[in-house]
């Protein structure tokens, strides 16, 4: 575990654009991602999971450090780039008739994990 804030311990080179996203934006992204899960749950046969994101996130987030808000804008953006190419796979075995049970719920298990890591973060606002 480190010891030393995130904003030291990333490289100095590294763009944080992400970082200056308003948090309205980074709120709507999470919407968006909550319905891309969404899609994957019914796939893992789960129940749907009640997910409530309102203007209570987007105070959340303005109340975060810039560091706070580079990490979630860049966990948004892996999550989105795994769960688009996690459904398209998914996708092509449904076309196929095979059962999506299993892989889809190893990929919710992973989104599931990236989210709970992104809480945490925002936790410390």
């Known amino acids: 575990m480190a010891t030393l804030p995130p904003e030291t311990i990333l490289p100095p080179a590294a763009p944080a654009p992400a970082a200056d996203a308003a948090p309205e934006v980074l709120a709507e992204a999470l919407v968006a991602l909550h319905g891309q899960a969404a899609a994957l749950a019914m796939l893992a046969r789960l129940a749907p999971e009640p997910v409530e994101i309102g203007g209570e996130l987007g105070a959340v987030i303005a109340r975060a450090q810039p560091w706070q808000r580079a990490l979630v804008a860049q966990t948004v953006s892996d999550c989105a780039a795994m769960l688009?190419?996690?459904?398209?796979?998914?996708?092509?075995?449904?076309?196929?008739?095979?059962?999506?049970?299993?892989?889809?719920l190893v990929l919710w298990r992973e989104f599931h994990a990236?989210?709970?890591a992104m809480a945490s973060v925002l936790g410390h606002a």
Do not use: H
């Open 84 to 104: 688009d190419s996690g459904l398209a796979a998914l996708g092509t075995l449904t076309r196929r008739g095979q059962d999506t049970s299993a892989p889809a």
């Open 114 to 116: 990236a989210r709970a």
